[in-house]
Protein backbone atom coordinates (compact mmCIF):
# COMPACT_ATOMS: atom_id res chain seq x y z
CA UNK A 1 0.00 0.00 0.00
CA UNK A 2 1.63 3.51 -0.82
CA UNK A 3 2.27 6.33 1.53
CA UNK A 4 -0.90 8.05 0.14
CA UNK A 5 -3.14 5.53 1.40
CA UNK A 6 -2.50 5.96 4.92
CA UNK A 7 -4.25 9.37 4.51
CA UNK A 8 -7.85 9.27 5.87
CA UNK A 9 -10.46 9.31 3.59
CA UNK A 10 -12.03 12.83 4.06
CA UNK A 11 -16.19 12.82 4.04
CA UNK A 12 -18.48 15.60 4.13
CA UNK A 13 -21.73 15.18 5.78
CA UNK A 14 -23.11 12.57 8.08
CA UNK A 15 -26.32 11.77 6.12
CA UNK A 16 -27.05 8.37 4.74
CA UNK A 17 -24.95 7.90 2.11
CA UNK A 18 -21.84 8.83 4.12
CA UNK A 19 -22.50 6.56 7.12
CA UNK A 20 -22.84 3.89 4.86
CA UNK A 21 -19.88 4.52 3.17
CA UNK A 22 -18.20 5.04 6.20
CA UNK A 23 -19.36 1.63 7.32
CA UNK A 24 -17.73 0.42 4.21
CA UNK A 25 -14.60 2.05 4.18
CA UNK A 26 -14.38 0.61 7.73
CA UNK A 27 -14.37 -2.94 7.07
CA UNK A 28 -12.32 -2.79 4.27
CA UNK A 29 -10.17 -1.10 7.45
CA UNK A 30 -9.10 2.30 5.12
CA UNK A 31 -9.29 5.23 7.32
CA UNK A 32 -11.45 8.05 7.23
CA UNK A 33 -12.95 10.94 9.03
CA UNK A 34 -16.86 12.27 8.67
CA UNK A 35 -17.41 16.19 8.99
CA UNK A 36 -20.93 17.27 9.85
CA UNK A 37 -22.74 20.86 10.29
CA UNK A 38 -24.89 19.68 13.22
CA UNK A 39 -24.00 19.41 16.80
CA UNK A 40 -25.50 16.06 16.89
CA UNK A 41 -28.12 13.42 15.36
CA UNK A 42 -30.90 14.93 16.96
CA UNK A 43 -30.29 18.09 16.13
CA UNK A 44 -32.90 18.86 13.39
CA UNK A 45 -35.86 16.59 12.37
CA UNK A 46 -34.49 13.66 10.71
CA UNK A 47 -37.60 14.14 7.93
CA UNK A 48 -39.85 11.48 6.70
CA UNK A 49 -39.87 7.79 6.32
CA UNK A 50 -38.30 6.20 3.34
CA UNK A 51 -39.12 3.45 1.08
CA UNK A 52 -36.30 0.60 0.51
CA UNK A 53 -36.22 -0.53 -2.88
CA UNK A 54 -35.01 -4.06 -4.00
CA UNK A 55 -31.81 -2.10 -5.21
CA UNK A 56 -31.42 -0.02 -2.23
CA UNK A 57 -31.82 -3.07 0.26
CA UNK A 58 -29.43 -5.13 -1.76
CA UNK A 59 -26.46 -1.76 -2.11
CA UNK A 60 -26.78 -1.80 2.30
CA UNK A 61 -26.40 -5.92 2.85
CA UNK A 62 -23.44 -5.88 0.32
CA UNK A 63 -21.54 -3.24 2.46
CA UNK A 64 -22.88 -4.55 6.25
CA UNK A 65 -22.23 -7.39 8.00
CA UNK A 66 -23.95 -10.12 8.34
CA UNK A 67 -25.36 -9.52 12.11
CA UNK A 68 -25.00 -5.73 11.27
CA UNK A 69 -27.48 -5.92 8.23
CA UNK A 70 -30.12 -8.01 10.66
CA UNK A 71 -29.90 -5.32 13.33
CA UNK A 72 -30.80 -2.82 10.33
CA UNK A 73 -33.52 -5.29 8.82
CA UNK A 74 -35.41 -5.73 12.28
CA UNK A 75 -35.58 -1.73 12.75
CA UNK A 76 -37.54 -1.24 9.12
CA UNK A 77 -41.34 -1.64 8.69
CA UNK A 78 -42.95 -4.11 6.79
CA UNK A 79 -46.17 -3.50 5.40
CA UNK A 80 -48.42 -5.94 2.63
CA UNK A 81 -52.07 -4.35 2.96
CA UNK A 82 -53.19 -4.29 -1.23
CA UNK A 83 -51.09 -1.98 -2.87
CA UNK A 84 -50.62 1.70 -3.19
CA UNK A 85 -54.07 3.65 -2.81
CA UNK A 86 -55.50 6.65 -3.59
CA UNK A 87 -57.95 8.26 -1.90
CA UNK A 88 -60.00 11.19 -2.46
CA UNK A 89 -59.54 13.47 0.71
CA UNK A 90 -62.75 14.58 0.73
CA UNK A 91 -65.50 11.82 0.25
CA UNK A 92 -62.93 9.07 1.56
CA UNK A 93 -63.59 7.49 -1.78
CA UNK A 94 -60.83 5.20 -3.94
CA UNK A 95 -59.81 6.67 -6.88
CA UNK A 96 -57.18 4.62 -8.21
CA UNK A 97 -55.18 1.24 -6.77
CA UNK A 98 -51.74 0.13 -7.97
CA UNK A 99 -50.87 -3.54 -7.87
CA UNK A 100 -48.99 -4.24 -4.60
CA UNK A 101 -45.71 -5.50 -7.01
CA UNK A 102 -44.95 -2.13 -8.13
CA UNK A 103 -44.21 -1.12 -4.60
CA UNK A 104 -42.41 -4.37 -2.52
CA UNK A 105 -38.83 -5.03 -2.37
CA UNK A 106 -39.13 -8.08 -0.66
CA UNK A 107 -40.49 -11.13 0.91
CA UNK A 108 -43.94 -9.45 -0.99
CA UNK A 109 -44.01 -6.34 1.39
CA UNK A 110 -43.05 -2.89 1.33
CA UNK A 111 -40.09 -2.01 3.18
CA UNK A 112 -39.73 1.06 4.88
CA UNK A 113 -37.73 2.55 7.84
CA UNK A 114 -37.85 6.11 9.03
CA UNK A 115 -34.56 7.75 8.51
CA UNK A 116 -33.10 8.60 11.60
CA UNK A 117 -33.21 5.14 12.71
CA UNK A 118 -31.37 4.25 9.42
CA UNK A 119 -28.76 6.83 10.22
CA UNK A 120 -28.49 5.25 13.91
CA UNK A 121 -27.66 1.84 12.59
CA UNK A 122 -25.29 2.75 9.82
CA UNK A 123 -23.06 5.11 12.52
CA UNK A 124 -22.48 1.80 14.39
CA UNK A 125 -18.54 1.62 15.03
CA UNK A 126 -17.95 4.81 13.23
CA UNK A 127 -18.99 7.42 15.87
CA UNK A 128 -15.47 8.13 17.08
CA UNK A 129 -14.70 9.23 13.80
CA UNK A 130 -17.56 11.82 13.43
CA UNK A 131 -16.68 15.02 14.28
CA UNK A 132 -20.05 17.70 14.98
CA UNK A 133 -19.85 21.51 14.39
CA UNK A 134 -17.89 21.52 11.26
CA UNK A 135 -19.56 23.14 8.05
CA UNK A 136 -17.00 22.37 4.94
CA UNK A 137 -17.29 25.09 2.91
CA UNK A 138 -14.61 24.07 0.41
CA UNK A 139 -11.49 21.76 -0.25
CA UNK A 140 -7.79 22.70 -1.26
CA UNK A 141 -5.52 20.44 -2.99
CA UNK A 142 -2.24 19.78 -1.73
CA UNK A 143 1.30 18.57 -2.84
CA UNK A 144 4.05 17.60 -1.42
CA UNK A 145 5.47 14.30 0.28
CA UNK A 146 3.09 11.30 -0.44
CA UNK A 147 2.17 12.39 -3.84
CA UNK A 148 0.07 15.14 -2.13
CA UNK A 149 -3.70 14.72 -1.23
CA UNK A 150 -6.55 17.15 -0.22
CA UNK A 151 -8.13 19.42 2.61
CA UNK A 152 -11.49 20.60 3.63
CA UNK A 153 -12.43 24.20 4.83
CA UNK A 154 -14.86 24.54 7.70
CA UNK A 155 -16.99 27.49 7.86
CA UNK A 156 -15.45 28.38 11.56
CA UNK A 157 -12.01 29.42 9.57
CA UNK A 158 -10.18 25.60 10.47
CA UNK A 159 -9.04 23.47 7.92
CA UNK A 160 -8.89 19.33 8.56
CA UNK A 161 -6.03 17.48 8.50
CA UNK A 162 -4.59 16.65 5.31
CA UNK A 163 -6.84 13.25 3.52
CA UNK A 164 -6.27 11.17 0.87
CA UNK A 165 -9.43 12.14 -1.50
CA UNK A 166 -12.96 14.04 -0.22
CA UNK A 167 -16.21 12.86 -0.53
CA UNK A 168 -18.89 15.69 -0.56
CA UNK A 169 -22.16 13.89 1.11
CA UNK A 170 -23.33 17.10 2.42
CA UNK A 171 -26.95 17.08 0.48
CA UNK A 172 -28.77 20.00 -1.90
CA UNK A 173 -26.47 22.39 -0.39
CA UNK A 174 -23.12 21.29 -1.14
CA UNK A 175 -20.24 23.29 -1.72
CA UNK A 176 -17.96 20.61 -2.37
CA UNK A 177 -20.57 19.78 -4.94
CA UNK A 178 -20.16 23.35 -6.62
CA UNK A 179 -16.48 23.48 -6.28
CA UNK A 180 -15.78 20.00 -7.99
CA UNK A 181 -18.12 20.59 -10.98
CA UNK A 182 -17.19 23.69 -11.45
CA UNK A 183 -21.35 24.88 -10.76
CA UNK A 184 -22.50 22.11 -13.36
CA UNK A 185 -23.90 20.23 -10.40
CA UNK A 186 -27.02 22.56 -9.72
CA UNK A 187 -30.28 21.87 -7.47
CA UNK A 188 -33.90 23.41 -8.58
CA UNK A 189 -36.44 24.90 -6.35
CA UNK A 190 -39.47 22.92 -7.79
CA UNK A 191 -41.37 25.89 -6.10
CA UNK A 192 -43.14 23.02 -4.47
CA UNK A 193 -43.48 23.03 -0.90
CA UNK A 194 -44.48 20.26 1.68
CA UNK A 195 -45.04 19.53 5.56
CA UNK A 196 -43.71 16.28 7.87
CA UNK A 197 -45.58 15.22 10.61
CA UNK A 198 -46.09 12.49 13.11
CA UNK A 199 -49.25 10.87 14.92
CA UNK A 200 -49.32 7.76 17.43
CA UNK A 201 -50.16 4.22 15.32
CA UNK A 202 -53.66 4.53 16.60
CA UNK A 203 -54.66 7.69 14.57
CA UNK A 204 -54.19 5.70 11.54
CA UNK A 205 -56.95 2.89 12.31
CA UNK A 206 -59.29 4.20 9.51
CA UNK A 207 -56.97 3.53 7.12
CA UNK A 208 -55.89 -0.13 8.15
CA UNK A 209 -52.40 -1.82 6.80
CA UNK A 210 -51.33 -0.66 3.11
CA UNK A 211 -49.79 2.68 1.81
CA UNK A 212 -51.73 5.70 0.92
CA UNK A 213 -51.99 8.72 -0.88
CA UNK A 214 -54.82 11.25 0.30
CA UNK A 215 -55.51 13.74 -2.35
CA UNK A 216 -57.27 16.97 -1.96
CA UNK A 217 -57.81 18.65 -5.97
CA UNK A 218 -61.01 20.50 -4.30
CA UNK A 219 -58.69 24.25 -4.68
CA UNK A 220 -58.05 24.85 -7.97
CA UNK A 221 -54.21 24.91 -9.13
CA UNK A 222 -53.34 23.82 -5.34
CA UNK A 223 -53.85 20.72 -5.48
CA UNK A 224 -52.50 19.06 -1.58
CA UNK A 225 -51.74 15.24 -0.73
CA UNK A 226 -50.79 13.14 1.96
CA UNK A 227 -48.56 10.06 1.59
CA UNK A 228 -48.88 7.62 4.44
CA UNK A 229 -47.14 3.84 5.00
CA UNK A 230 -49.11 1.63 7.84
CA UNK A 231 -47.52 -1.37 8.57
CA UNK A 232 -49.08 -3.97 10.48
CA UNK A 233 -46.48 -5.27 13.03
CA UNK A 234 -47.18 -1.78 14.99
CA UNK A 235 -50.73 -0.70 14.08
CA UNK A 236 -51.42 -1.90 17.38
CA UNK A 237 -48.46 -0.44 19.76
CA UNK A 238 -49.56 2.52 21.52
CA UNK A 239 -45.78 3.27 21.63
CA UNK A 240 -45.40 3.30 17.96
CA UNK A 241 -45.67 6.40 15.71
CA UNK A 242 -46.50 6.49 12.28
CA UNK A 243 -45.22 8.77 9.83
CA UNK A 244 -47.07 11.15 7.11
CA UNK A 245 -45.74 13.49 4.56
CA UNK A 246 -48.23 16.17 3.17
CA UNK A 247 -47.14 17.57 -0.06
CA UNK A 248 -48.81 20.74 -2.41
CA UNK A 249 -48.75 22.34 -5.50
CA UNK A 250 -46.28 25.44 -6.33
CA UNK A 251 -48.02 28.01 -3.89
CA UNK A 252 -50.36 26.06 -2.25
CA UNK A 253 -48.32 25.29 0.75
CA UNK A 254 -45.75 28.18 2.57
CA UNK A 255 -43.84 28.49 5.93
CA UNK A 256 -44.20 31.59 7.65
CA UNK A 257 -42.14 34.11 6.57
CA UNK A 258 -40.95 31.64 3.91
CA UNK A 259 -38.80 29.92 6.72
CA UNK A 260 -38.49 26.17 6.15
CA UNK A 261 -36.08 25.73 8.93
CA UNK A 262 -39.20 26.10 11.15
CA UNK A 263 -40.20 22.70 12.98
CA UNK A 264 -43.42 22.25 15.81
CA UNK A 265 -46.69 24.03 16.44
CA UNK A 266 -46.36 26.34 13.16
CA UNK A 267 -45.81 23.74 10.74
CA UNK A 268 -48.64 21.76 12.49
CA UNK A 269 -51.26 24.29 12.74
CA UNK A 270 -50.46 24.61 9.06
CA UNK A 271 -51.00 21.33 8.09
CA UNK A 272 -54.16 21.06 10.26
CA UNK A 273 -55.32 24.09 8.28
CA UNK A 274 -55.82 21.98 4.79
CA UNK A 275 -57.55 19.23 6.45
CA UNK A 276 -60.55 21.12 7.99
CA UNK A 277 -62.77 19.31 5.35
CA UNK A 278 -61.06 15.68 4.70
CA UNK A 279 -63.28 13.05 5.45
CA UNK A 280 -63.75 11.61 9.47
CA UNK A 281 -61.06 8.62 8.35
CA UNK A 282 -58.34 11.03 8.09
CA UNK A 283 -58.46 13.38 10.56
CA UNK A 284 -57.06 11.64 13.55
CA UNK A 285 -53.98 11.47 11.93
CA UNK A 286 -53.70 15.54 12.65
CA UNK A 287 -55.90 15.73 15.13
CA UNK A 288 -53.23 13.61 17.32
CA UNK A 289 -49.94 15.15 15.69
CA UNK A 290 -47.35 14.92 17.66
CA UNK A 291 -46.78 18.75 17.06
CA UNK A 292 -43.41 18.28 18.28
CA UNK A 293 -42.10 16.57 15.33
CA UNK A 294 -43.62 18.73 12.44
CA UNK A 295 -41.50 20.07 9.60
CA UNK A 296 -41.43 21.98 6.69
CA UNK A 297 -39.38 20.85 3.42
CA UNK A 298 -38.68 22.21 0.17
CA UNK A 299 -39.30 19.79 -3.07
CA UNK A 300 -35.92 20.00 -4.83
CA UNK A 301 -34.83 18.33 -8.26
CA UNK A 302 -31.01 18.03 -9.76
CA UNK A 303 -30.89 18.49 -13.68
CA UNK A 304 -33.95 16.59 -15.29
CA UNK A 305 -32.26 15.63 -18.30
CA UNK A 306 -29.52 14.02 -15.84
CA UNK A 307 -26.09 13.88 -14.10
CA UNK A 308 -24.00 16.69 -15.62
CA UNK A 309 -20.24 15.48 -17.01
CA UNK A 310 -17.65 17.86 -15.05
CA UNK A 311 -13.67 17.44 -15.30
CA UNK A 312 -13.29 14.04 -13.05
CA UNK A 313 -10.68 15.24 -10.30
CA UNK A 314 -8.81 11.86 -8.69
CA UNK A 315 -9.42 13.67 -5.35
CA UNK A 316 -12.78 14.71 -5.21
CA UNK A 317 -16.18 13.34 -5.87
CA UNK A 318 -19.79 13.52 -4.28
CA UNK A 319 -22.22 10.98 -3.57
CA UNK A 320 -25.99 11.19 -2.99
CA UNK A 321 -28.17 14.14 -2.94
CA UNK A 322 -24.58 16.61 -3.66
CA UNK A 323 -25.05 14.20 -6.81
CA UNK A 324 -28.25 13.94 -7.67
CA UNK A 325 -31.11 15.19 -5.77
CA UNK A 326 -34.78 14.15 -6.49
CA UNK A 327 -38.37 14.64 -5.76
CA UNK A 328 -39.58 12.65 -2.97
CA UNK A 329 -42.06 11.14 -5.83
CA UNK A 330 -41.28 7.50 -6.41
CA UNK A 331 -38.97 6.91 -3.35
CA UNK A 332 -35.80 6.89 -5.30
CA UNK A 333 -33.23 9.15 -3.47
CA UNK A 334 -32.36 7.37 -0.48
CA UNK A 335 -31.95 3.89 -2.51
CA UNK A 336 -29.59 5.86 -4.95
CA UNK A 337 -27.94 7.23 -2.45
CA UNK A 338 -26.99 3.53 -1.13
CA UNK A 339 -26.02 2.50 -4.01
CA UNK A 340 -23.64 5.37 -4.39
CA UNK A 341 -22.12 4.16 -1.24
CA UNK A 342 -21.95 0.51 -2.14
CA UNK A 343 -19.95 1.00 -5.29
CA UNK A 344 -17.90 3.80 -4.26
CA UNK A 345 -16.77 1.80 -1.14
CA UNK A 346 -16.46 -1.47 -3.48
CA UNK A 347 -14.12 0.37 -5.51
CA UNK A 348 -11.51 1.97 -2.83
CA UNK A 349 -11.91 -1.76 -1.25
CA UNK A 350 -10.45 -2.92 -4.90
CA UNK A 351 -8.07 -0.38 -5.09
CA UNK A 352 -6.79 -0.70 -1.54
CA UNK A 353 -7.99 2.77 -0.73
CA UNK A 354 -6.79 6.10 -3.05
CA UNK A 355 -6.06 5.61 -6.07
CA UNK A 356 -6.01 8.03 -9.12
CA UNK A 357 -8.68 5.82 -11.10
CA UNK A 358 -11.07 5.29 -8.55
CA UNK A 359 -13.81 9.10 -9.32
CA UNK A 360 -13.95 8.78 -12.23
CA UNK A 361 -14.42 5.06 -12.55
CA UNK A 362 -17.34 5.42 -9.82
CA UNK A 363 -18.70 9.08 -11.80
CA UNK A 364 -19.01 7.10 -14.67
CA UNK A 365 -21.36 4.37 -13.43
CA UNK A 366 -23.09 6.41 -11.04
CA UNK A 367 -24.07 8.90 -13.64
CA UNK A 368 -26.33 5.67 -15.89
CA UNK A 369 -28.65 4.93 -13.04
CA UNK A 370 -28.57 8.28 -11.09
CA UNK A 371 -29.65 10.06 -14.15
CA UNK A 372 -32.35 7.13 -14.93
CA UNK A 373 -33.51 8.30 -11.53
CA UNK A 374 -33.70 11.63 -11.54
CA UNK A 375 -35.59 11.47 -14.86
CA UNK A 376 -38.20 9.11 -12.92
CA UNK A 377 -38.60 11.49 -10.43
CA UNK A 378 -39.26 14.44 -12.00
CA UNK A 379 -41.23 13.08 -14.68
CA UNK A 380 -43.68 11.11 -11.12
CA UNK A 381 -43.16 14.61 -8.99
CA UNK A 382 -44.24 16.83 -11.84
CA UNK A 383 -47.22 14.64 -12.04
CA UNK A 384 -47.78 14.57 -8.65
CA UNK A 385 -47.05 18.39 -7.73
CA UNK A 386 -47.94 20.45 -10.93
CA UNK A 387 -44.19 21.78 -11.43
CA UNK A 388 -42.08 22.53 -14.19
CA UNK A 389 -38.08 22.84 -14.44
CA UNK A 390 -36.57 24.52 -17.23
CA UNK A 391 -33.10 24.23 -16.82
CA UNK A 392 -31.97 27.79 -18.25
CA UNK A 393 -34.36 29.61 -16.11
CA UNK A 394 -35.48 28.15 -13.45
CA UNK A 395 -33.92 28.93 -9.96
CA UNK A 396 -31.62 26.66 -7.50
CA UNK A 397 -31.01 26.07 -4.17
Not at 67 to 77: I, L, Q, S
Not at 94 to 105: G, Y
Not at 222 to 243: E, K, L, Q, W, Y
Not at 369 to 383: D, E, F, M, R
Request: proline share 5%.
Amino acid sequence: MSATTTKPILISGAGLASLLLAQSLRLSKIPFLIFERDASFVFRAQGYRLRLSSEGLDAIESVLEPKHFERFWDVCGKTGGSGFLTLDAITGEETSRSAPMSLNSRGGQVVGVARGDMRRVFAEGCEEFIHWNKRVTGYELTTGDGGGGVVALFSDGTRSAEGSMLVGGEGIYSRVAKQVSGGRLKVYDTGARGIHGQAPSAAFAGLGEGVFRLVDASRPGATVSVITNVRSRDMHDPGVRFGWTMGGHPGAIRAPNDDYTIVGAQAADLARSFVGGWHPRFRPLFDEMVESEAAFWKITCSTPSGVPEWPSDPRVTVIGDAAHSMTPAGGLGANTAVRDSALLGRLLREAGGYAPGVTAAYEKEMRVYASQAVAQSYATGKKSYGFNIDEETSPTV
